[in-house]
T-cell receptor
Framework: GIQVEQSPPDLILQEGANSTLRCNFS?????LQWFHQNPWGQLINLFY???GTKQNGRLSATTVATERYSLLYISSSQTTDSGVYFC?????????????FGKGTHLIIQP | NAGVTQTPKFQVLKTGQSMTLQCAQD?????MSWYRQDPGMGLRLIHY???????DQGEVPNGYNVSRSTTEDFPLRLLSAAPSQTSVYFC??????????????FGPGTRLTVL
């Protein structure tokens, strides 16, 4: 099946810093999503972005499908940005496995 | 608009017991899914449904049953709990013209421990 690798696995930043999280995938996809899991366990959908660029406030994401990667940018980090960021993809072949998740990037924003 | 709701939030079972995890959504989404999340990992698909009366297996279906009698509800049944089913369970709903697993909206999760 499709492989999803996220980097870095852990990231510690000071409040106000910018960061870039990366998601590489091993095959063509028709569906890519970024999620934030907060320290209480809630999963929030940040972006549905199989290709192109989207922005939502301080967050933006870019997927270059032909090169099989996606980037999540967080600017002017706040402590509430802490948590785990997951990238999830669905390969173009479809099938019953649904979304394949990466192992996540654990982000800690220190005040 | 409550979104996706799950009950209970926490549950402890003994090996061999059965139980049902409840999931409901009020967004009129056709598609619903159940995932499990194990420590240090992303989510894995257990079962999914493309509409009332239609369900199918995901990546890790063994030991679980589902049914979908209404658009709103998608319960997950553990038939005979095993310690390997200790996990956090998430229900999700979605709508999409192109994929069953389009933009996913997740419930708050159920943390299950099997002793």
């Amino acid at each position: 099946g499709i492989q999803v690798e996220q980097s870095p696995p852990d990231l510690i930043l000071q409040e106000g810093a910018n960061s870039t999280l990366r998601c590489n995938f091993s095959d063509s996809v028709n569906n890519l999503q970024w999620f934030h899991q907060n320290p209480w366990g809630q999963l929030i959908n940040l972006f549905y972005i199989p290709s192109g660029t989207k922005q939502n406030g301080r967050l933006s994401a870019t997927t270059v499908a032909t090169e099989r990667y996606s980037l999540l940018y967080i600017s002017s980090s706040q402590t509430t940005d802490s948590g785990v960021y997951f990238c999830a993809v669905e390969d173009s072949g479809g099938g019953a496995d649904g979304l394949t998740f990466g192992k996540g990037t654990h982000l800690i924003i220190q005040p | 608009n409550a979104g996706v709701t799950q009950t209970p939030k926490f549950q402890v079972l003994k090996t061999g017991q059965s139980m049902t995890l409840q999931c409901a959504q009020d967004m009129n989404h056709e598609y619903m899914s159940w995932y499990r999340q194990d420590p240090g990992m992303g989510l894995r698909l257990i079962h999914y449904s493309v509409g009332a009366g239609i369900t199918d297996q995901g990546e890790v279906p063994n030991g679980y049953n589902v049914s979908r009698s209404t658009t709103e509800d998608f319960p997950l049944r553990l038939l005979s709990a095993a310690p390997s089913q200790t996990s956090v369970y998430f229900c999700a709903s979605s709508y999409s013209m192109t994929s069953v697993f389009g933009e996913q909206f997740f419930g708050p999760g159920t943390r299950l421990t099997v002793l």
